[in-house]
Nanobody
Framework: QVQLVESGGGLVQPGGSLRLSCVVS????????LGWYRQTPQKQGDLVAI???????TYGDSVKGRFTISRDNAKNTVYLQMNDLKPEDTAIYYC?????????WGQGTQVTVSS
């Protein structure tokens, strides 16, 4: 059973930073794609950032230049560094891992950007 556990969300002021973590059970080297999505009541399945096993990285247009996805294979952890946060970044952030035809999701972590 694959489990993904996110952490690092919280309340931050506009312009601030947060780093999200996603710990994956088992070796993250076995996954084809690792990444982050976010959800609001108005929009679901919004791509934030994904990285492939081949090293390719894709960012959503609204976060380019502000967010950075990275991984630590030894810790089986995927990170999302979020800088210059804006109120419109407020959402539940979900970690996703894909292995073959199977996709796995974490439980989500709330990020709220507000003054």
């Amino acid at each position: 059973q694959v489990q993904l556990v996110e952490s690092g969300g919280g309340l931050v002021q506009p312009g601030g930073s947060l780093r999200l973590s996603c710990v994956v059970s088992g070796s993250i080297l076995s996954f084809n794609v690792l990444g982050w999505y976010r959800q609001t009541p108005q929009k679901q399945g919004d791509l934030v950032a994904i990285m492939t096993s081949g090293g390719g990285i894709t960012y959503g247009d609204s976060v380019k230049g502000r967010f950075t996805i990275s991984r630590d294979n030894a810790k089986n952890t995927v990170y999302l560094q979020m800088n210059d946060l804006k109120p419109e970044d407020t959402a539940i952030y979900y970690c996703k891992a894909i292995r073959g035809v199977a996709a796995y999701w974490g439980q989500g972590t709330q990020v709220t950007v507000s003054s």
